[in-house]
């Protein structure tokens, strides 16, 4: 049987619109071939055959996230952003020019903290102006629109229109509870790590979400949203660090100091998650990474010098973060007001 002829480079196993293959250079009836599937009208996917192996795939579909928090850094609560078919999602960019994709779906692409309930969404959701037809065939979609989107609320990156980290808080607002809010709010803020995120500055600022939701006065959830932006906070890391943060508030104790260096001088001094400084209190929750034995090595030297230098250090893990953080808030107590 007679090979395909090979395909560029940029639709190699890829999603690709019948638009973006003509403009290529590939032929339609190259379109019919064996290693062609037809995904909708006007999208296909390229299944590579056996024996292609000499054919040099394009590079991997990077989205706006880049590498992101999708590895080494905070990871992505409920469906695994590895889940995120990209390619797909930028065929149907390309197919309605009036739709962006939003909601849980902008959140999954941006790398942004969502429930684990969240996990059973496996929607992709758009909003904009397009016919029902457009979405016809992609499994489920779940349409929210039309929206009157304001300016700036949706950005174009790599052949996606998705709406910004400022539109997704308000996206899911109504369908956030209180603490998720203010987890999702953290998220955006933080200062992120730029050797493991592959981004320099955070998603948004709390200004930028102010402004946001004076925009949207009349949604639904605003109020909870306002309520929720005001416990937001720079410095948590990840989803259970900002409840954490939450609990001990909730019990009375004065907000912790958030990634305190043991020597605010000394940039290179060991940081604890959570800090009360003036009674030398650190505390550190450990996540999944930390069971790594260089990982562990590492939370060994970074405790035991804040131990040499008169701190009591508090450690919490996933099975505190299940129990939402009673003992450890009890721990803490114990030490502020002894």
């Known amino acids: 049987m007679r090979r395909p002829d090979p395909l560029p480079p940029s639709l190699y196993g890829r999603i690709f619109t019948c638009q973006q293959a003509l403009a290529a250079g590939v032929p339609e009836k190259r379109l019919r071939a064996r290693d062609i599937e037809r995904v909708v009208r006007g999208i296909y996917r390229h299944r590579p055959v056996p024996g292609d192996a000499d054919v040099a795939p394009a590079a991997g579909v990077g989205g706006p996230h880049g590498e992101g928090p999708h590895g080494e850094g905070p990871h992505v609560e409920g469906v695994p952003p590895e889940t995120i078919d990209l390619a797909l999602l930028q065929a149907l960019c390309s197919r309605a020019p009036g739709l962006w994709l939003s909601h849980a779906t902008a959140a999954r692409v941006h790398g942004l903290?969502?429930?684990?309930?969240?996990?059973?969404?496996?929607?992709?959701?758009?909003s904009g102006r397009f016919r029902g037809r457009t979405v016809a065939g992609l499994g489920a979609v779940r349409q929210h629109g039309p929206i009157k989107n304001t300016m700036g609320e949706v950005l174009e990156q790599e052949g996606l229109r998705l709406a910004s980290p400022e539109r997704v808080f308000i996206d899911l607002m109504p369908h956030l509870r209180p603490d998720e809010l203010v987890v999702l709010g953290d998220a955006l803020v933080r200062e992120p790590r730029a050797v493991f995120e592959g981004r320099e500055h955070p998603w948004s600022t709390r200004e930028l979400l102010e402004e946001c939701l004076s925009r949207h006065g009349h949604t639904r959830g605003i109020v909870a949203a306002r309520q929720a932006l005001e416990r937001v906070r720079v410095g948590a890391d990840s989803p259970p660090e900002t409840l954490l943060r939450l609990r001990l508030v909730e019990a009375g104790h004065p907000e912790p100091e958030l990634q305190a260096r043991l020597d605010p001088d000394d940039p290179v001094s060991p940081v604890t998650d959570l800090a009360y400084r003036r009674r030398k209190v650190a505390v550190q929750y450990d996540?999944?990474?930390?069971?790594?034995?260089?990982?562990?090595?590492?939370?060994?030297?970074?405790?035991?010098?804040?131990?040499?230098?008169?701190?009591?250090?508090?450690?919490?893990?996933?099975?505190?973060?299940?129990?939402?953080?009673?003992?450890?808030?009890?721990?803490?107590?114990?030490?502020?007001?002894s």
């Open 113 to 126: 903290p969502l429930p684990p309930r969240f996990a059973r969404d496996s929607a992709i959701h758009v």
């Open 287 to 337: 996540g999944a990474h930390h069971f790594e034995a260089e990982q562990q090595a590492s939370d060994e030297w970074r405790d035991g010098a804040f131990r040499r230098d008169g701190w009591t250090v508090v450690r919490a893990n996933r099975v505190d973060f299940r129990e939402d953080f009673i003992g450890v808030v009890a721990r803490v107590s114990v030490l502020l007001l």
